[in-house]
């Protein structure tokens, strides 16, 4: 498949401060990729260097196949939606619209046909007239969005659009990003450090920290087969349980900590996993937890106390100590769970995760 965009052994420094070093990535045509990480990881620093908002230190970036690494921003065939949705106050959302065309010089007739198409799309017909002062915060990003659409570009970028919304907000909008894609199958590289967004939104995930890519898979896979522990701990809320022991790979996989013996038979290690012991960390997801009945038939068991209870609404949450470290688990709302109750907890090794002790990697 031909690529959209590539970036190849990209690198930028802010003075002696290396921000991105030899980074490479490849975007397929018409794919949703979301560049995920924590605060300062450099995933909006390298959206604004394939925007051309930022000179690149090293390396090249290609859009659909054009060398564009010194091109200006309105030479790349792209379309940008920021955080801040950057609306003109005393401009009606129908001339927000359209002011870049109109500077660009594009005929009336023609101006008139994409503002008509994008107001279309993201329902923003009866808007065309007010100005920004007069809609909602999510009618402003649509009108931002608009104004990156009218552009008819092959490459959309979106960086934290939907940060300075409300919760409701921000899932709905959410929606409509996923369905303006589905309908337009254009590119689309969306910028975010919050995880639902992530994993509802993206054909892959390209989770990144200190500048470098940790994984970069479809979300199925960067949730159950995690590479190391910091793609394990950011991604999944509650976040994934994590037990510190010893692991014996091979092919009677084991791992031992604190009141805890388990035989990891399933588990599948990496094809460079030695059967010699080690300092590891095990990692199971709260919702791979079963309880009571539902545990005795799982190959790893363990009897708990509940210290804490969460009601979440659609589930109840469950805090229980094991191995001296806490852990939680996820059940259906309708199971009552009481604190100080005992229980019977238990997982299948194949959905679990361990991580080396030393180096976070996985096993």
């Known amino acids: 498949m031909e690529h959209s965009v590539s970036i190849k052994d990209l690198s930028l420094n802010f003075g002696h401060v290396r921000v991105l070093e030899h980074l490479n990535l ?16 450099g995933k909006s620093t390298l959206l604004n260097c394939v925007a051309g908002l930022l000179d690149v230190t090293g390396g090249q970036i290609f859009i659909d196949g054009k060398n564009v690494t010194w091109e200006e921003p ?3 065939g792209i379309g940008m939606v920021f955080q801040s949705y950057a609306l003109y106050p005393q401009m009606s959302v129908e001339r927000n ?14 101006i008139d046909r994409r503002v008509a198409r994008a107001s279309e799309i993201l329902q923003i017909e009866p808007l ?20 990156a659409l009218v552009r008819d570009v092959d490459v959309f970028l979106f960086d934290e659009p939907l940060s300075n919304l409300d919760a409701k907000l921000r899932s709905e909008l959410r929606v409509e990003i996923k ?22 939104l993206a054909d892959r995930i390209a989770i990144m920290k200190g500048g470098v890519i940790q994984q970069l ?12 522990l910091f793609v394990a701990g950011f991604i999944g809320s509650p976040s994934m349980n994590f037990l510190h022991g010893e692991f014996t790979g091979g092919a009677s996989p084991k791992f ?15 094809p460079s996993t030695g059967a010699d012991k080690r300092q590891a960390t095990i990692g199971i997801r709260p919702e791979h937890i079963a309880i009571n009945d539902e545990a005795k038939s799982m190959p790893v068991t363990i009897d708990v106390e509940i210290e804490v209870v969460e009601p979440m609404g659609s589930d109840t949450l469950g805090w229980v100590r094991i191995g001296g470290e806490s852990v939680t688990f996820r059940v259906a709302s309708e199971i009552d769970l009481q604190v ?14 361990v991580f080396d002790g030393n180096t976070g990697e996985r096993l």
């Not at 619209?97 to 023609?110: H, I, N, P, Q, W």
């Not at 898979?217 to 190391?228: A, R």
């Open 128 to 147: 065309l007239q007010r100005k920004p002062v007069e809609l909602s915060g999510g009618q402003r990003q649509r009108v931002a969005i608009g104004r």
């Open 74 to 76: 309105k030479d790349r």
């Open 256 to 270: 031992v900590s604190q009141g805890v013996n388990w035989d990891l038979k399933g588990y599948e290690t990496l």
């Open 217 to 228: 898979d479809v979300p199925s896979v960067i949730y159950n087969k995690p590479v190391n």
């Open 26 to 41: 490849d975007i397929d045509q018409g794919e949703f990729l979301v560049l995920l990480g924590p605060s300062g990881c």
């Open 179 to 200: 369905r303006l894609h589905l309908r337009l199958k254009n590119t689309m590289i969306y910028v975010t450090h919050d995880q639902i967004e992530a994993m509802t």
């Open 340 to 353: 100080g109750q005992k229980l019977t907890l238990g997982f299948d090794p194949a959905r679990a995760s």
């Open 97 to 110: 619209l359209s002011f870049g065309l109109r500077v660009a010089g594009m005929k009336k007739d023609e």
